[in-house]
């Protein structure tokens, strides 16, 4: 059989289609005597003229070139790369939420309103905050609209142009800083100490009348538990700064304790991550945003709220930081999660950290001994090992990532945390079987030996992927975004 | 330990791990977190239901909600009722598709790579410009990221956003300008279209852009060509959101001059999910590749010269570029993007253009209907799909009374207008002639 490679542009001849539309049954309307002319398009868009079979085996053959959790394990660390559960994706394809428009009376669609309703209480209680809104479209989002928040409050209490600073340690993501910038703020980056952890001296010394806020995610992103969050709180409340609770790591904690209980008072979910909604190979997401009571008033409006037994929408609150995306936020990811909260329950959920973070350590215990691990105290649900050793061999921690996918795994984040030299992230989650953590384990080692006895081997990885390895230099430089013929 | 189905760990396995770890309970693992802040009950969330139980609530919420299926739909003001072939799901639902991440590792993603590649070119094909991104969260939140470029390219301080542009796509970019700190100003209307003499009087050498829908939000074609002249005067930037279907006849924004062309596919294949997931697209003009906000993929080569696909230009991006990215976004609608993809690749440059005549000629039958039963039209410019009626009563009341109809009625344009007894009808491919028929004759019925 040959190999496909190529474009759908590339297959297309004039003449097919993929599709039969209705014949029109009404008057037919010449457009050049309801447009005037230069309205009216010149040139059609060269879209692709293929058969339905065609168009099948186009994009089958690409997905057999992607590779997803179904296909295996997928250890990216910092994305909590969980099973996505089949029920999810039936509920979510149900005409009653599916084939519903925004815009509709509200009492037509009071069915949606009370799972996204009942979906705020739950998640009002697993981050232990007072209220929540499900309106931002991904993480990122919602971590820009808690600080918009945050500038809101401080704007209201006198203080926007002297809290200026948003404080943000050296481990976090990369979100982070880019969030806080695009609310207006200054970011200052906060080291950590030798124990991975935010340093409490440095962190006093930075903390001030400038500050608006510390943004952190605990455990952070070395997989360690921030173990003096109250006292990190205390400091900045007392400076007059709010604590804001990065989510993207609340899959290690989930009923274990609550960012509520640390003392933040602004957290975002991811519920892509957390709550087991598929990442569709880069998006949708869904980033709920919680607040303590105080903050209530500056959430994006409409919040949604009941009234008797009715679902309404409030846009009455003067000072909402306005709305920060359309209509509800991404309601068909919503549909999911609260599905898979239902499943799970409390015990379930609490079940899952307990999980997760067994088969974080316990893989990384058996890694220790092959690959730099800077730091040793208990890991949450991922942690960071180093290749240092191999890279000292003259082989890169990009190489051994490289190598993983020729087993039929997906490679562990790499390069992060940026304080972690040659860093390989990796999160197991609690879906994967211990059978398959310890098959994990004896690629890398095997990965190990390689790097010492027959290096070309990962330097010339991958082996077996569809393509050979790619030059990023080369993409960037001769920069080619589209298909021309 | 209880058993929950998505959680392999049997209790053998649970000991062999914490033997292997040395310790004697899961709890110390978590002997870290302070007993203050630990919490020693459930989460007060219900309890777990299995399958069966689960499948008849969702049903219950479901059927709670009238949908597209059973009610005949003339709503639009944003989101459609358009057909779905079937193909888009099949592929959409292949898990080697929605089960993935982001592609960090792109000899492992290189068909999610492509297919993205493939959009971006669609959507440059559709809009006329030199290049796309991967997709944004939605065409609102595509709108903010626009303004924001548009500031940071001519250092100017203010945007022009004509009120035509949808609703919510003004109160997005409100809070998009409050976090960078830049002033938005609205440009007021003729009826349905932006007011160019207006336009003049207010662009100004701080003015970074002008922002002009396209069909705008009464369904009108705007004259994008002399608002680009308008534009060039003061060398601001012309920033147009488009309705992707619309540009399957309507002279693309790039070709009358847009620097950025926005929107959202949710026509192009997406069900309307009550507003979300949908899928923002972004495009420019070459000059400015290298400032767009998001992921961008690239063609390239690998080490046997054999074609394939990255994520490049990363350098713009957060996790690189931290609090000096372009945007903070991080993740994008991939696989919105590659069902719109599927929709586009289904109708092809031929069947797109068919079907944005069969909702030319249904909106321009439905609307000469009405005029013919003496409804005035609020459109003197010429419109795609969309349309507004002057009625005689508030629409709140008419949808009410259509409901029973069965019919879910368009769009009140009195809370965001102030146009009373005003109302944006949709009508897409889907509405029969006897659909268009029957509704005017309720209409009619309400009246009498």
């Not at chain 2, 620097?259 to 420019?284: K, T």
Request: charged share 25%.
């Amino acid at each position: 059989m040959t190999e496909y490679n190529d474009l759908i542009f590339e297959i297309s001849q004039p003449g097919r289609t993929a599709f039969s539309l209705p014949e029109s049954d009404v008057p037919s309307v010449e457009l050049t005597t309801k447009f005037p002319k230069q309205l009216i398009r010149e040139e059609p868009a060269e879209l692709p003229e293929v058969s339905e079979p065609q168009l099948m085996r186009h994009y089958t053959s690409l997905s057999t070139k992607n590779f997803g959790v179904d296909n295996g394990f997928y250890p990216l660390g910092s994305c909590t790369m969980k099973y996505n559960p089949k029920i999810n994706e039936d509920v979510a394809r149900y005409a009653g939420f599916a084939a519903i428009h925004p815009f509709q009376p509200i009492e037509t669609v009071q069915g949606a309103f009370e799972l996204l309703y009942e979906l705020q209480e739950d998640l009002q209680v697993i981050s232990g905050m007072d209220a929540i809104t499900l309106q931002p479209a991904a993480g990122a989002q919602g971590e820009w609209t808690g600080l918009m928040m945050m500038k809101a409050y401080h704007t209201k209490n006198g203080h926007r142009t002297s809290r200026t600073k948003v404080l943000v340690p050296d481990s976090a993501h990369g979100t982070n800083p880019a969030s806080a910038h695009a609310a207006g703020f200054d970011v200052v980056e906060i080291p950590s100490n030798s124990n991975g952890t935010v340093d409490l001296v440095e962190l006093k010394k930075q903390v001030g009348e400038d500050t608006a806020g510390l943004m952190l995610t605990n455990p952070n992103t070395l997989g360690i538990f921030e173990k003096d969050i109250v006292e990190m709180a205390e400091i900045v409340h007392q400076a007059g700064g709010l604590v804001y609770y990065d989510g993207a790591n609340l899959n290690a904690i989930l009923g274990q304790t609550t960012p509520g209980m640390m003392g933040f008072d602004i957290v975002h979910l991811n519920l892509h991550k957390s709550f087991s909604t598929p990442h569709g190979g880069g998006g949708p997401g869904s980033g709920p945003v919680g607040v303590k009571e105080f903050l209530i008033p500056y959430l994006p409006v409409p919040r949604i709220e009941k009234q008797k037994d009715q679902y309404v929408l409030n846009t009455d609150y003067p000072d909402s930081i306005g709305r920060v995306k359309g209509y509800y936020g991404n309601f068909g990811v919503n549909v999911r999660a609260y599905t898979y909260i239902r499943t799970m329950g409390p015990k379930g959920l609490r079940q899952v950290s307990e999980s997760a973070v067994v088969h974080a350590n316990y893989l990384r215990k058996k890694l220790e001994p092959y690959y730099a691990t800077p730091y040793t105290q208990y890991s949450k649900h991922e942690f960071v090992l180093s290749g240092s050793r191999q890279k000292k061999i003259g082989v890169p921690t990009m190489n051994i990532a490289k190598r993983i996918l020729d087993f039929g795994y997906y490679a562990p984040t790499v390069y992060f945390p940026l304080i972690v030299d040659e860093a390989m992230m990796i999160e197991p989650t609690e879906t994967e079987t211990k059978e398959t953590l310890d098959a994990f384990a004896d690629v890398l080692i095997q990965i190990a030996k390689e790097v010492e006895e027959t290096p070309e081997v990962v330097l010339n990885a991958p082996h077996t992927t569809s393509v050979r390895r790619l030059d990023e230099v080369k993409a960037a430089r001769q920069l080619i975004v589209k298909y021309t013929k | 330990m209880d058993k929950f189905r998505y959680l392999p760990d049997t209790e053998q396995d649970q000991k062999e791990m914490l033997d292997a770890l040395k310790i004697s309970s899961v709890d110390e693992l978590f002997s870290d977190i302070p007993a203050e802040i630990r919490l020693t009950e459930d989460l007060p969330i219900s309890q777990a239901i299995d399958e069966s139980t689960l499948t008849k609530k969702m049903r219950r919420l479901a059927d709670r909600n009238a949908t597209a299926h059973d009610q005949t739909l003339f709503l639009g003001a944003g989101t459609y009722d358009h057909y779905i072939p079937s193909v888009i799901d099949h592929v959409i639902s292949r898990s080697e598709f929605y089960t993935a991440y982001t592609p960090y590792q792109a000899e492992a993603s290189q068909g999610e790579l492509q297919a993205l590649f493939e959009f971006q070119t669609m959507v440059c094909e559709l809009t006329g410009m030199d290049a796309a991104n991967s997709s944004l969260y939605d065409g609102f939140t595509s709108l903010g990221e626009a303004a924001n470029l548009a500031v940071g390219a001519t250092k100017r301080s203010k945007i022009l956003i004509s009120k035509a542009v949808h609703p919510q796509g003004r109160q997005v970019l409100q809070t998009v300008a409050n976090g960078h700190g830049y002033q938005v100003e609205e440009l007021d209307l003729t009826t349905d279209s932006t007011d160019l003499t207006l336009l003049e009087e207010q662009i100004d050498n701080e003015t970074a852009a002008v922002i002009i829908q396209y069909p705008n939000f009464f369904g009108s074609v705007e004259d994008l060509a002399a608002i680009r002249e308008l534009t060039a005067a003061k060398k601001a930037l012309l920033i147009v959101m488009a309705n992707p279907l619309a540009l399957a006849l309507l002279e693309s924004p790039g070709k009358l001059g847009a620097d950025i062309v926005v929107g959202d596919m949710q026509p192009m294949g997406l069900a309307m999910n009550f507003g979300g997931p949908h899928c923002g697209y972004f495009a420019v003009k070459k000059k400015y590749i290298r400032k767009i906000p998001g992921r961008i993929v690239g063609q390239t080569t690998d080490t046997e010269g054999k074609r394939g696909f990255v994520l490049t230009l990363q350098a713009r991006e957060q996790h690189i570029r931290r609090e000096k990215a372009t945007s903070y976004m991080s993740s994008n609608q991939a696989l919105n993007a590659l069902a719109s993809s599927v929709f586009m690749s289904a109708l092809g440059k031929e069947g797109i253009k068919k079907m944005a005549q069969l909702n030319i000629e249904k909106a321009d039958y439905m609307a000469k209907q009405l005029e013919s039963k003496g409804y005035s039209l609020k459109n003197e410019a010429p419109f795609f799909n969309e349309f507004v009626v002057q009625l005689n009563r508030p629409i709140k009341e008419i949808n009410q009374y259509l409901l029973q109809k069965g019919f879910i009625g368009g769009y009140d344009m009195e809370p965001d207008y102030g146009m009373e007894n005003a109302v944006l009808l949709a009508v897409t491919e889907q509405r029969t002639k006897e659909d268009i028929d029957r509704f005017i004759e309720a209409l009619e019925g309400m009246h009498r």
